[in-house]
Nanobody
Framework: VQLQASGGGLVQAGGSLRLSCAASGLVFTSYVMGWFRQGPGKEREFVAAISWSGGSIYYADSVKGRFTSSRDNAKNTVTLQMNSLKPEDTAVYYC????????????????WGQGTQVTVSS
């Protein structure tokens, strides 16, 4: 199983980035897909999770209204559109796949990608 996250970069505060995660080696529609991030000196934290159908999406309070997650089951990809970025959004962003994860937390994810760096300058 491989989860390949991409789309990170350097952006000014208020800007936007779109992250993508390409999955292979698994039955994509059997998995909830999650986004997590780990900032400098911080623990990894939940960002968003999207159900297998895309019909249910959960966001951390810190990103609600600014970030949007979606998935394309035909292409085995999940995206995270990040708008109105803030310096505190600076982190390595990871995608993860789990069959029965606990929404809002790290538990229950079976596979993790390698991460992509997002840096927001003030």
């Amino acid at each position: 199983v491989q989860l390949q996250a991409s789309g990170g970069g350097l952006v000014q505060a208020g800007g936007s980035l779109r992250l993508s995660c390409a999955a292979s080696g698994l039955v994509f529609t059997s998995y909830v897909m999650g986004w997590f991030r780990q900032g400098p000196g911080k623990e990894r934290e939940f960002v968003a999770a999207i159900s297998w159908s895309g019909g249910s999406i959960y966001y951390a309070d810190s990103v609600k209204g600014r970030f949007t997650s979606s998935r394309d089951n035909a292409k085995n990809t999940v995206t995270l559109q990040m708008n109105s970025l803030k310096p505190e959004d600076t982190a390595v962003y990871y995608c993860a796949a789990g069959k029965s994860p606990r929404f809002g937390g790290n538990a229950g994810y079976d596979y993790w990608g390698q991460g992509t760096q997002v840096t927001v300058s003030s």
